[in-house]
Structures are given as structure tokens and as C-alpha cells.
Nanobody
Framework: QVQLVESGGGLVQPGGSLRLSCAAS????????MSWYRQAPGKQRELVAL???????NYADFVKGRFTISRDNIKKTVYLQMNSLQPEDTAVYYC??????????WGQGTQVTVSS
């Protein structure tokens, strides 16, 4: 059974930082591309950052220079370090795993709220 379990969300003041983690089980983690998406109320889910199985990284323009994605294949965990958070970053953040064959899995999401 595949499980992606996110953690690290919470309430933070503008300008603050959070580190999200997504622990995977039930998949050959090193063979999967891992991504973070987010969905704000009333908006569509959008890609935040991705890291391929080979370590290539891409970011959405709205987080470049503020967020950093990384992965630890031994711990089967992907991270999202979020700095300089702003109220518009408030959303539910989801972890996604996708194989080259197109198998796709989602975590349950973790709430990030940026507010003073």
C-alpha cells in the first residue's frame, strides 16, 4: 500500500519559514519524481516544485528564490523548505509521487497559513 504522509505545516507570520516533509512508503522512492503542489481556497491546485528521480529541479516562478525542494532517497522523504512566506502562500500543500510509467500518488495534504 502506497502512503505519502506530509508534515510540517502550521501557522507562521509573514516573512517566516516552514519546512514541509513528505515520507513515502510502498514505492521504490528513488524511481519516482517527487513534487509539491498547493491549493488555496477557491483556486485550482498548482505545482510548486518538483525534483526528478535524477535530481533535476524545477520551481514555479512564484516561489523561485524562496522555496527549496530536496529529497533523501535513504529516508524516502522529500522536503520543501519555505522561506520569506507571504499571506498568498496560504494553502494546503500536497506531496505527489509520479513514476516514469505514469503511476501517480498523492498525500493527504498539510495546511500552511501565513498570517499576522
Amino acid at each position: 500500500q502506497v502512503q505519502l504522509v506530509e508534515s510540517g505545516g502550521g501557522l507562521v507570520q509573514p516573512g517566516g519559514s516552514l519546512r514541509l516533509s513528505c515520507a513515502a512508503s510502498g514505492i521504490i522512492f528513488s524511481a519516482f519524481g517527487m513534487s509539491w503542489y498547493r491549493q488555496a481556497p477557491g483556486k485550482q491546485r498548482e505545482l510548486v516544485a518538483l525534483i526528478t528521480s535524477g535530481g533535476n529541479i524545477n520551481y514555479a516562478d512564484f516561489v523561485k528564490g524562496r522555496f527549496t525542494i530536496s529529497r533523501d532517497n535513504i529516508k524516502k522523504t522529500v522536503y520543501l523548505q519555505m522561506n520569506s512566506l507571504q499571506p498568498e502562500d496560504t494553502a494546503v500543500y500536497y506531496c505527489n509521487a509520479e513514476s516514469q510509467r505514469g503511476s501517480k500518488f498523492w498525500g493527504q495534504g498539510t495546511q500552511v497559513t501565513v498570517s499576522s
